[in-house]
Nanobody, 124 residues
Framework: QVQLVESGGGLVQAGGSLRLSCAAS????????MAWFRQAPGKERAFVAA????????YYGDSVKGRFTISRANVKNAVYLHMNSLKPEDTAVYYC?????????????????WGQGTQVTVSS
């Protein structure tokens, strides 16, 4: 099993920045591709960004391209989401997810492990 714990959420003004972190523990010896999803009130969970095990392949949702950057530090079993130029519509609970295939994917169904989420609120 793999446990994922997110941190770094909070309240920020529009135009500001935040960095989310996700720490993986448990059976992390195998390759894990990681991703961030988000869910706003009353909306379905949406893909944000993904990164493969080696970190040389990333994929972003259209709404965050150019503003968000996903990165990872395998030594620390961690993945990060650097969020810049935040907008009120970025307000959501952000979830970290992982799967054992060495690919990037926007499909939530492919992810085997999920964190509990961290709230990001962007005020206008």
């Amino acid at each position: 099993q793999v446990q994922l714990v997110e941190s770094g959420g909070g309240l920020v003004q529009a135009g500001g920045s935040l960095r989310l972190s996700c720490a993986a523990s448990g059976r992390t010896s195998s390759s894990l591709s990681m991703a961030w999803f988000r869910q706003a009130p009353g909306k379905e969970r949406a893909f944000v960004a993904a990164i493969n095990w080696s970190g040389d392949n990333t994929y972003y949702g259209d709404s965050v391209k150019g503003r968000f950057t996903i990165s990872r530090a395998n030594v620390k079993n961690a993945v990060y989401l650097h969020m810049n130029s935040l907008k009120p519509e970025d307000t959501a609970v952000y979830y970290c997810a992982a799967h054992r295939l060495d690919t990037v994917s926007f499909q939530a169904i492919l992810y085997d492990y999920w964190g509990q989420g961290t709230q990001v609120t962007v005020s206008s």
